[in-house]
């Protein structure tokens, strides 16, 4: 989206305050002007585009002027306010959704290598063990935790740049978070290498080699400071509208792990793979560090007579609420595992196959949130909570109709999929059906876990410390731990997974229910009333796809029959239900009766 500088103000204009932005719900943004930009005459100067396609008012120096001395400089859109347009949130997207689904194919890469060069025996049970370090920080730092209040924080620092006055409150923030993070993330970091034989004996105690599996411990927990530096670029690049870098940390970790494990292997065995985490790891915080270096160093403009607006510090508390939600959210597969070892041999391998396949859909979905979060920060910064609150019902509706058409695919096409990806060697075709059973119930949660994902990002946006996800995340871990537990002896790892389902649905209609008065105050009803037809369009699509694909014989035929069946049957009823395709559905939530006459889709 290009934007087309307005024409220079006259002199007499330069006294006055800098007006807000007008903004509308789509996104864009319109500087004050008497006419549409599109239609002002081009200005003297060309603007600088920028690399997303934006483009940015020609700044003038303090005291330039095109006559002469006394002019204040023009403030830049992308400073005012940045309000990108559809296009370029789906641009975006696309490439925050492309780089994640070649990340995660190399990590199927890397789990292959460990498999072919170590196997599956006393050697790659060690390195498990110490790769629950990079698995939970990883969840910490650089998804669900870290993120959700640093990206709000700097998205205040950005819209107070945008007004002006002195300093950087870019740089102020950096300057006063940074050296606090880095020193928590060394000292952390620190402490699991001096605790690792007791980290290990708390894991797995009856670990047959527990030297192996401390010396690949203290290699990985290098990655609590490398993954933690690199959580912070990514969330300041993101408030950015920087996407690129932040989406291809995990092409770069993943190419670490497995040329760490075919240069190193021979001399080292498994420990390679662990030294493989560390060097993932620093590649993941040199492919951003250019990117944010290039944004630190920009200036911030001066408004004169602006005065400078008291610094809000990322707190204590609001570092405490967002970990705490994203340790109770990962909790959940503690209490899986738990409750699964009480079964025979292979209940764990089950659910864990079953969860990595049929999370695929709700990942692909909340890449859009990945996407979008910093727009709801930045809306909540500048002070317009109806465009936030627009944008996170844009959200809800579309990652709903996104996630439930890969439910129903996965739901329909389970023992076809898990066939093709595992059935070979010692994965029998009994373990197939165990998989595929465990895929289906699974499914069932998949939106309530979509919509937690989209919710949560509401609370804690507006960089402000929130107890009630932690009090809801909580809940729903009680609601899967007593149902688990109650049913895991009747239905066994389906009951665990039917646990999950309603502990994960619980805690989404808690958030929902909570955000009218601690969050963005969406309108709950109409909501409700969009998910309710990709809801019944996937279970029609659901159960067609699966007659479909139980007609043939062989997989890979099953497969591509029954995911057409389910698209097509998902698309005509949810024509029928009332939303002819994503866009009226999304466009069906705001009220009718609003207009914007100031601004427009591109």
Known sequence: ?????????????????????????????????????????????????????????????????????????????????????????????????????????????????????????????????????????????????????LVPAFSVALARRARGGAGDPVRALVASTLPRLTFAFVAVGGLIVLAAPQVVRALAPGLPDPDLAVDCTRLTATCVLTFGLAGYCSAALRAHRRFLAPAAIYVVYNTGI????????????????????????????????????????????????????????????????????????????????????????????????????????????????TVTFPVVARALADGDTERARDRVERDLVLTAWVVLLGAATVAACAPQIVELLFQRGAFTARDTDATAAVMRVYALGLLGHTL?????????????????????????????????????????VLGITAANAVGITVTAALLLAGMRTRSVP??????????????????????????????????????AAGGATVTVVFVLLGRALGARGIAPALRSVRPATRRHAHGRNR
């Not at 994902?453 to 410390?465: E, I, T």
């Not at 995340?473 to 002896?489: E, N």
């Not at 969406?522 to 009333?529: A, E, W």
């Not at 809801?535 to 659901?542: C, P, V």
């Open 258 to 369: 497995i040329t760490g494990m075919f240069v190193l292997g021979g001399r080292w065995g498994v420990r390679s793979a662990a030294m493989g985490v560390a060097v993932g790891g620093c590649l993941m915080l040199a492919v951003q560090l250019p990117s944010l270096l290039g944004q630190l160093r920009r200036k911030s403009p001066r408004v004169l007579g602006e005065r400078q607006e008291q610094e809000r510090p990322v707190g204590l508390a609001l570092i405490a609420t967002v970990l705490l939600f994203a340790l109770c959210r990962q909790s959940q597969v503690l209490v899986e595992r738990f409750l699964a070892s009480q079964l025979p041999s292979g209940a764990i391998s089950h659910l864990n196959y079953a969860q990595k396949v049929t999370q695929m859909p709700m990942v692909l979905a909340l890449m859009l949130c």
């Open 522 to 559: 969406v309108r709950v009803r109409p909501v409700l009333r969009e998910l309710s037809r990709p809801l019944g369009a996937a279970l029609g699509a659901g159960v067609a796809g699966a007659f479909v694909a139980s007609r043939f014989p062989d997989p890979l035929p099953g497969l």
């Open 1 to 149: 989206m290009t934007v087309t500088p307005s024409q220079p103000p006259r002199a007499e204009e330069t006294t006055d305050p800098p007006q807000q932005p007008t903004t509308c719900a789509e996104g864009t943004a319109r500087l004050p002007s008497a006419q549409p930009l599109s239609a002002q005459p081009p200005p003297p100067t060309h603007p600088t585009t920028r690399a997303e396609g934006t483009a940015q008012l020609p700044q003038a120096r303090p005291g330039d002027t095109p006559d002469g001395p006394g002019l204040s400089p023009s403030p830049r859109p992308e400073d005012v306010a940045e309000h990108p347009s559809h296009r370029f949130l789906a641009r975006a997207a696309l490439v925050t959704a492309s780089l994640s689904l070649a990340g995660a194919v190399l990590g199927l890469v890397r789990d292959q290598a460990l498999a072919r060069l170590f196997g599956a025996g006393s050697d790659t049970d060690a390195f498990l063990v110490a790769w629950t370090v990079p698995e939970f920080a990883a969840t910490l730092l650089i998804e669900d935790g870290l993120a959700f209040a």
């Open 452 to 492: 937690v994902g989209v919710l949560v990002r509401s609370y804690f946006s507006a960089a402000l410390p929130s107890w009630y996800p932690v009090g809801t995340m909580a809940l729903g871990i009680v609601a899967t731990s007593w149902l688990g537990a109650l049913t895991v002896g009747p239905w066994g």
